[in-house]
């Protein structure tokens, strides 16, 4: 039974963060690939309220749907948001299993933005661009828009997971 | 619960975190932009073939060999300008003292460029979507 509602709420989740990562998508941005990762607020809350191997599937099958979805499935793109989310996902984990009171769900969003926007420059780096100076260049603005958007993830992760807390209670 | 109470449920370590990447990536910004700023730097062109490259920087004259004698250039307070030239009508000395763009002698077939000037045009490096 409990096996099954979990899958239940894998699936509601992925779904959640499907929606999410595509309507993102839609969104007009300065420079490709750098958007907000709204999705990542799902991976925290079910990091938060089931565990890591939950946010890990959520994690999954969000980044294979919504590739399928923005038809760039194979591609870097792809890869680049699989490997940014899996480390974002484990370092958020790590985080939480290892000091788990030191920071609050802020705190370990901006950490998994942080790993999330490592990852993917290291991914692009090997995979597009090849030349180190415009990277080292361009990674620090990186890291800086991430820093920003993990600190309001992370306040609207936190908002959703009290909220979800509250109800989960009774039952 | 409420965006105050959040805020102030965030932890010491949370501020700490944010504080430092925030304070981390403006260092590094300002930083890389000190290292990687393209000095300003002068191409000297002649019949085709570039001939010199000099630093706008620093003061300097230079005699440039054309197709119909010695054009002199001078460099001085990151502004360059020719001094002497065989053409006939001058038009490169009239245009006195420059900071940016070029200053060309057709007649004499010299080119002198500031900043980048490249034979190919402009050169796409990464193309990304």
């Not at chain 1, 709420?9 to 007009?28: K, R, V, W």
């Not at chain 1, 938060?48 to 870097?76: C, D, E, H, K, Q």
């Not at chain 1, 030349?131 to 600190?151: Q, R």
Request: net charge positive.
């Amino acid at each position: 039974m409990t096996q099954l509602q979990n899958k239940y709420q894998i699936a509601l989740l992925s779904a959640f963060a499907i929606g999410i990562h595509s309507i993102e998508n839609l969104l007009p941005s300065p420079i490709p690939w750098l958007r907000f990762g709204f999705a990542n607020i799902i991976t925290l809350i079910a990091l938060y309220i089931y565990g890591f191997r939950a946010a890990f599937t959520v994690t999954l099958i969000r980044t294979f749907i919504s590739s399928l979805i923005n038809g760039t499935f194979p591609g870097p793109a792809y890869l680049m948001s699989l490997g940014g989310g899996i480390a974002a996902t484990i370092s958020m984990w790590l985080i939480i299993y290892l000091i788990p009171h030191l920071f609050s769900a802020v705190g370990i969003s901006v950490i998994g933005a942080f790993f999330h926007n490592t990852i993917q420059i290291f991914i692009a780096y090997l995979l597009l661009i090849q030349c180190l100076e415009p990277v080292i260049l361009v990674s620090p603005l990186i890291i800086l828009a991430g820093t920003i958007a993990g600190t309001i993830n992370g306040i609207v992760a936190e908002f959703v997971i009290a909220n979800l807390k509250n109800q989960l209670k009774p039952t | 619960m409420n965006l105050h109470q959040i805020v102030r449920n965030t932890t010491k370590a949370d501020r700490i975190l944010i504080l430092f990447l925030i304070i981390f990536c403006f260092s590094l910004i300002i930083f890389f932009n000190r290292i990687f700023s393209n000095k300003p730097s002068i191409h000297i062109y002649s019949e085709g073939k570039e001939v010199y490259i000099l630093s706008l920087n620093e003061n300097n004259q230079v005699n440039i060999k054309g197709r119909l004698g010695i054009t002199t250039i001078e460099i001085k307070d990151k502004k360059v300008r020719f001094i002497s030239s065989p053409c006939k009508n001058k038009l490169c000395i009239k245009q006195g003292w420059k900071d940016s763009g070029s200053i060309i002698c057709l007649p004499n077939n010299v080119i002198v460029s500031i900043g980048e000037y490249r034979k190919g045009g402009i050169e796409i490096d990464a193309i990304t979507k």
